[in-house]
């Protein structure tokens, strides 16, 4: 009996031995992390097996989406929104391809551009590098599409052939380099049939009026065409909501160029439903709209986009929109890009029997109202 049980000893305690200096070469390799060292090696695994699901896409659609990081969000809060915005169809997966190539650690906060044609791997390197990073885009109330086209040239997050004429012209305003530039978008390019309609837009016209005044997150790769379709969007579904149910109502077309007109003569918005008020008075009784930004919009020239008036400029009947003239009773179309604000003084005006206001005398941009002419006279400054 003792001649087995020394040979055994000596096997029991070799194994011990082995068993040692094996945890000890785990301990060292794994960086004294042993079991996070085996998890790594198990997830490596289970990847090396599912090659074609990493590389597998929800779809085709290559179609921007954008998506967000908040600050402390962990890879598996990530992978779920990530999964609930269909543009992976594995959480656990992504959160093992993270883990593994060592990117959980550098998944920053941020709003991100992706799309359901991307892998988990491009995914996952996207939300790692800020260059992927939506860009605020602002475009101010009053602002006409050409102002848009200069602050597209001035910002930096555009692909360098993304110019502000590709915008014009994607919006339906004609180029004057257009056939020297073969790269511009064709004209009107960026014009959705269906928002065409929608609005009651006249054959030839742009898309004046229509790019909503907000801070637009882009994404750096967008074309001409996709941010009109981004900006018109985004109009439909602020202002629609606004339209009442009235079959007499205007269309919507005729209340936005009324609309760019109250938000180029007011300074505050309290007063939109007032000016909005004048003019729809003068609009019923068949008087000339008589508004000073019409003008300004047809003399504007690049560097002056709205330029002071002399009285000589309103009796010019070469000015398309100078509704001075007596056979301009309204604007061709909008005059520029109003705030929701604005059409909604259209919408829904003050009640009153004013025909006539100014500038107060006070400097403070408020305005004076009168119902007569003689009155309005009476309102001038010394």
Not at 80 to 99: K, R
Not at 105 to 129: F, K, R
Request: with cysteine; proline share 8%; glycine share 6%.
């Amino acid at each position: 009996m003792r001649v087995f049980i020394r040979p055994l000893l000596l096997f029991v305690g070799g194994l011990l031995v082995m068993g040692l200096l094996c945890g000890g070469l785990l301990f060292s390799i794994s960086g004294q992390q042993p079991v996070t060292y085996v998890q790594a090696q198990l997830s490596r695994f289970t990847l090396f097996t599912r090659t074609d699901d990493l590389n597998r896409t929800v779809s085709d659609d290559a179609g921007n989406v954008g998506f967000v990081i908040e600050p402390g969000d962990f890879p598996a809060v990530i992978a779920q929104n990530l999964f609930d915005s269909a543009l992976i169809t594995d959480p656990e997966l992504f959160v093992d391809y993270v883990s593994v190539y060592g990117l959980d650690v550098h998944l920053e906060a941020g709003e991100y551009c992706l799309n359901p044609a991307q892998t988990i791997p491009e995914i996952a390197e996207a939300l790692t590098d800020a260059r992927k990073r939506q860009f605020p885009f602002r475009i101010l109330a009053g602002w006409r599409l050409e102002e848009i086209a200069d602050i597209i040239d001035r910002t930096t997050f555009f692909d360098d052939t993304f110019s502000g004429d590709a915008f014009l012209a994607a919006a339906g305003v004609p180029v004057d380099n257009a056939e020297a530039d073969p790269t511009l978008p064709a004209l009107g390019s960026g014009i959705d049939p269906t928002f065409a309609a929608w609005v009651e837009l006249p054959e030839g016209q742009s898309l004046e009026g229509f790019m909503l005044p907000a801070i637009h997150p882009l994404c750096p790769d967008i074309t001409p065409e996709e941010l009109v379709e981004i900006l018109t969007k985004r109009f439909r579904e602020v202002i629609e909501p606004l339209l009442p149910d009235d079959p007499e109502l205007p269309s919507v077309y005729e209340i936005v160029t009324l609309a760019s007109i109250i938000q180029r003569e007011a300074i505050h918005t309290d007063e939109y439903p007032m000016i909005a008020s004048v003019y729809l008075n003068r609009i019923d009784i068949g008087m000339k709209l008589d508004a000073d930004p019409t003008v300004q919009y047809s003399l504007g020239t690049e560097g002056n986009w709205w330029p002071q008036i002399t009285q000589a400029d309103y009796a010019n009947t070469e000015l398309a929109y100078n509704t001075y003239r007596p056979d301009v009773p309204v604007p061709p179309g909008p005059i520029a890009n109003p705030s929701r604000l604005a059409i909604e003084a259209v919408l829904a005006p003050e009640s009153t029997n004013f025909l006539y206001f100014r500038v107060e005398c006070g400097g403070s941009g408020y305005h004076v109202f009168a119902r007569t002419f003689a009155e309005h006279l009476a309102n001038a400054c010394e």
